[in-house]
């Protein structure tokens, strides 16, 4: 077996953002991820080799034979394809709603490792006071969209939870371009909220289940869902006031209680 080396942190960065920090196994968030090497070679770290795993698949991967299932190379490879294409399509749409402009990018393959971040940014087309003035009509038009997932099934509403969740990520990627390049965390600023709403998911899912993953029933994925969503509600309202609140022709105020109002009362789970 080669020797196992240490994955570029540039790809591991690339990878994550790709896969949205998730497993591409089970698809659940929150769950702690591993970057599992799909040929088993430890020294290869192509993009296209990197699969990201919650640690209960990536142990599937590891198991052969008794009761054990074992989850080969070429399953891995297929789930990582399909969900970076979900992840990115996912994207897409979050972006034409928040920005209201037609994406074309809904790539059927893995993205290559030149693809960078800044390209789900747009440019600035419109002043920031115009474009904050229309998100909670856009907040609003998210929720109607994703309002039939939330009476659903569990994978349902977490669904709902998500699209919602991918629309608003997309608004505060959109704020954070009046602010200087790379000001936050020095990376992108795609990057840099994919980063921030991954950990809400963990710390939400860690004080759902004190007694370990998997305890505490099904609801917890909506319930966890929701609870990132106001998080990242959260973010955009403080950035806005960030933003424009000192500026004379703009009451934040006002703005927030248009913002609050935008979100229904209850998702209905």
């Not at 591991?12 to 920090?21: E, G, I, K, N």
């Not at 970057?35 to 991967?61: K, M």
């Amino acid at each position: 077996m080669a020797t196992r080396t240490r994955i570029p942190e540039e790809t591991s960065a690339d990878l994550l953002f790709y896969s949205d920090h998730t497993c591409c196994v089970c698809r659940e968030p929150g769950k702690q991820v591993q970057i599992h090497h799909i040929d088993e070679d430890p020294a290869n770290h192509a993009i296209a080799n990197l699969a990201v795993l919650c640690l209960s698949c990536h142990d599937r991967t590891q198991t052969r034979g008794g009761f054990g299932r074992h989850l080969r190379g070429e399953e891995v490879e297929r789930y990582r394809s399909d969900w970076l294409e979900r992840v990115q399509k996912r994207r897409d749409r979050a972006d034409e709603i928040a920005v209201r402009r037609q994406t074309t990018s809904t790539p059927s393959s893995p993205p290559a490792t030149d693809r960078r971040e800044e390209s789900l940014i747009p440019p600035k087309s419109q002043t920031i006071t115009a474009y904050v003035f229309e998100l909670p009509g856009l907040l609003s038009q998210a929720y109607a969209r994703a309002k039939p997932k939330f009476s659903g099934s569990t994978a349902e509403m977490i669904g709902g939870c998500q699209e919602v969740i991918d629309v608003v990520s997309q608004m505060w990627v959109n704020l954070a371009s009046w602010f200087p390049e790379h000001h936050f965390g020095g990376v992108p600023a795609p990057r840099y909220l994919s980063e921030y709403v991954a950990a809400r998911f963990e710390w939400w899912r860690g004080l759902s289940e004190p007694l370990g993953f998997g305890t505490g029933g099904s609801i917890v994925g909506p319930e966890v869902g929701a609870a990132v969503l106001s998080d990242v509600e959260q973010a955009v309202a403080q950035t806005v006031s960030a933003l424009l609140e000192h500026e004379d022709d703009f009451s934040f105020l006002e703005w927030s209680r248009q913002w609050s109002a935008a979100r229904p009362r209850t998702l209905g789970m």
